[in-house]
């Protein structure tokens, strides 16, 4: 079993920085890109932020430049610094991961139970 935990998010004013994080656990083999996506009530999830195993950052053009994911590969956990932070950043924030239990040693995709992000103007 593998678990995937968010924390860190919160109500911050616009032009504020949050950081969010994801710990992953369980019975782990290993794991591929991590990601951050966000959803909005009634609208799909969307990617914000994605990280490779070599550290290959990708991110949606509404959050390139100001916010940074990062990954800590002996620990198993990723971060999202955001910063600049605007109203339409209000959402939840999943993480995902692509993990290769040592159960099964299949990759299979992951999700963490999300975290709201709340930005006030």
């Known amino acids: 079993q593998v678990q995937l935990v968010e924390s860190g998010g919160g109500l911050v004013q616009a032009g504020g920085s949050l950081r969010l994080s994801c710990a992953a656990s369980?019975?782990?083999?290993?794991?591929?890109?991590m990601g951050w996506y966000r959803q909005d009530l009634g609208k799909q999830r969307e990617l914000v932020a994605t990280i490779t195993t070599d550290g290959t950052a990708n991110y949606a053009d509404s959050v390139r430049g100001r916010f940074t994911v990062s990954r800590d590969y002996a620990k198993n956990t990723m971060t999202l610094q955001m910063s600049s932070l605007k109203p339409e950043d209000t959402s939840v924030y999943y993480c995902?991961?692509?993990?290769?239990?040592?159960?099964?040693?299949?990759?299979?995709?992951?999700w963490g139970q999300g975290t709201q992000v709340t930005v006030s103007s």
């Open positions: 995902n991961a692509h993990v290769t239990d040592t159960l099964s040693f299949i990759q299979r995709s992951y």
């Open positions: 369980g019975s782990i083999f290993g794991i591929n890109t």
